[in-house]
C-alpha cells in the first residue's frame, strides 16, 4: 500500500514564529489531506489538496503530485496552533476514503 | 448544517464482550468511513460504507463489521473484544463514493477493553 512519511515528528515553537511540516508520499494520489488533531482527540479538516496552493489565514499548504510531496506552512504560530498535524493520502484509482495517514507532527507552542 | 455526531463518547468493556457505536453524518452526506487510532499513532481505516453498502475495506477481521441505514447514518460492531481494540474510534463522512473530496470527522468515541 501507499506510504505516507512526515516530518519532523516533533516540533516546539515560540509563539509568534513559523514553520513547515512536510509530507513525503510513496504513489500518485486523487486525495491528500491535513488535519489537526487538538489535545481532546478531535480531528479538524485544514485542507483538502492532492494538487497546487491554498491558503486561509495563517495557513498555507502546496502540493507537488509529480514531486510526491506536500508542505504546511504555518506563520506567527499561536499557542492554540498546538496539537499533532496530521497529513492523508488516498491512493489514485481506490474508489474510496481509504485514507492512508502518516504519523503526525507534533507541534508545541510556547508563550 | 449539523456536523458529524458520535455515541458514546466514552465506553468501557470487557475483553470478549460486544461493542456497538453510532455515527450520524453530516448533512447531505451519503458515505461513511470508519477509522481507528490507536494512542500515539494516526488514525487507520476500517471500512467505508456508500449508500448502505459495504464498497472498501481496510486490514481488518471480521469480527470489526458495520452498516448504514437509509438516513446515511451508521453503526460500527465489534464482536469478541480483545484488548489491542483500546482506542479512539472515529468516524468520518462525504460525499460520493470516489475518494475524491473532503473527509469530515466526528469527536469520536474512546473505547477502552479491560
Known amino acids: 500500500g501507499i506510504q505516507v512519511e512526515q516530518s519532523p515528528p516533533d516540533l516546539i515553537l515560540q509563539e509568534g514564529a513559523n514553520s513547515t511540516l512536510r509530507c513525503n508520499f510513496s504513489d500518485s494520489v486523487n486525495n491528500l489531506q491535513w488535519f489537526h488533531q487538538n489535545p481532546w482527540g478531535q480531528l479538524i479538516n485544514l485542507f483538502y489538496?492532492?494538487?497546487g496552493t491554498k491558503q486561509n489565514g495563517r495557513l498555507s499548504a502546496t502540493t507537488v503530485a509529480t514531486e510526491r510531496y506536500s508542505l504546511l506552512y504555518i506563520s506567527s504560530s499561536q499557542t492554540t496552533d498546538s496539537g499533532v498535524y496530521f497529513c492523508?493520502?488516498?491512493?489514485?484509482?481506490?474508489?474510496?476514503?481509504?485514507?492512508?495517514f502518516g504519523k503526525g507532527t507534533k507541534l508545541s507552542v510556547i508563550p | 448544517e449539523t456536523g458529524v455526531t458520535q455515541s458514546p463518547t466514552h465506553l468501557i468493556k470487557t475483553r470478549g464482550q460486544q461493542v456497538t457505536l453510532r455515527c450520524s453524518s453530516q448533512s447531505g452526506h451519503n458515505t461513511v468511513s470508519w477509522y481507528q487510532q490507536a494512542l500515539g499513532q494516526g488514525p487507520q481505516f476500517i471500512f467505508q460504507y456508500y449508500r448502505e453498502e459495504e464498497n472498501g475495506r481496510g486490514n481488518f477481521p471480521p469480527r470489526f463489521s458495520g452498516l448504514q441505514f437509509p438516513n446515511y447514518s451508521s453503526e460500527l460492531n465489534v464482536n469478541a473484544l480483545e484488548l489491542d481494540d483500546s482506542a479512539l474510534y472515529l468516524c468520518a463522512s462525504s460525499l460520493g463514493r470516489t475518494g475524491q473530496g473532503t473527509l469530515h470527522f466526528g469527536n469520536g468515541t474512546r473505547l477502552t477493553v479491560t
Open positions: 489538496i492532492p494538487s
Open positions: 492523508a493520502v488516498g491512493a489514485s484509482g481506490a474508489g474510496s476514503y481509504q485514507l492512508t
